[in-house]
C-alpha cells in the first residue's frame, strides 16, 4: 500500500460510509458482543487514519479491512482481560438486513467455533472464494476447504439435518 491517500475528512468519510456495516458485522461475529464489536471496529477505522493507508479500489479497500478487522478481533480475544471475563450466554440480535426467516442458520453459525465461523461467514455472508479466504486467513487452501467441509457438517448436525460422510 503507498502512503497518503485519504486526504482529506471526505475521502475518509466515504471509506467509513461504504464499510463501517461490513466491518462491524465481521467483528460481531468474531466478539459476540455489541460492545466489543464496536471497540474493534472503530479500532480498524483508527488504523486506516491513522496508516494513511492508499487502495487501488473497493474491492481493495474491503479486502484490507477484512484482514485487518480479523487480526484485530484475534488480538482482542487473546488478550488476558478477555479470557477472564464472564459474558452472558445469550448472544445478542446482530444488527444487520438479514433475509426473514434465516435467524436459524446465523444463530448456528453464530454458534461455531471461531475457525469455522470465520470461513462460513466470509464464504457465504461476505462472498470470498476459498482461494481468497486462505490467502486472509494465511491458512493452506486445502486447510480451507477441510474446515468448510466440516463446518459444513457440524451446521447440519446442529439445524437437525445428517451430516455428509467422510
Known amino acids: 500500500m503507498k502512503k497518503a491517500a485519504l486526504r482529506t475528512n471526505a475521502d475518509f468519510e466515504a471509506l467509513y460510509d461504504r464499510h463501517w456495516k461490513y466491518v462491524y458485522r465481521l467483528c460481531f461475529t468474531y466478539m459476540n458482543n455489541v460492545s466489543d464489536a464496536e471497540d474493534v471496529t472503530e479500532d480498524v477505522?483508527?488504523?486506516?487514519?491513522?496508516g494513511e493507508y492508499t487502495f487501488n479500489d473497493e474491492i481493495h479497500e474491503r479486502k484490507w479491512l477484512t484482514v485487518t478487522a480479523i487480526n484485530l478481533c484475534k488480538d482482542r480475544l487473546r488478550s488476558y482481560g478477555r479470557k477472564n471475563i464472564d459474558y452472558v450466554e445469550e448472544l445478542p440480535e446482530v444488527p444487520d438486513e438479514t433475509p426473514q426467516g434465516t435467524e436459524d442458520i446465523t444463530d448456528a453459525v453464530m454458534a461455531?467455533?471461531?475457525?469455522?465461523?470465520?470461513?462460513?461467514?466470509?464464504?457465504?455472508?461476505?462472498?470470498?472464494?476459498?482461494?481468497?479466504?486462505?490467502?486472509?486467513?494465511?491458512?493452506?487452501?486445502?486447510?480451507?476447504?477441510n474446515q468448510i467441509k466440516d463446518a459444513r457438517n457440524l451446521l447440519k448436525k446442529i439445524l437437525g439435518g445428517e451430516a455428509d460422510e467422510r
Open 112 to 145: 461455531l467455533p471461531i475457525k469455522y465461523k470465520e470461513i462460513i461467514w466470509l464464504y457465504y455472508y461476505m462472498g470470498y472464494q476459498l482461494d481468497e479466504i486462505a490467502k486472509m486467513l494465511k491458512r493452506p487452501p486445502s486447510t480451507v476447504r
Open 45 to 50: 477505522f483508527v488504523k486506516v487514519i491513522t
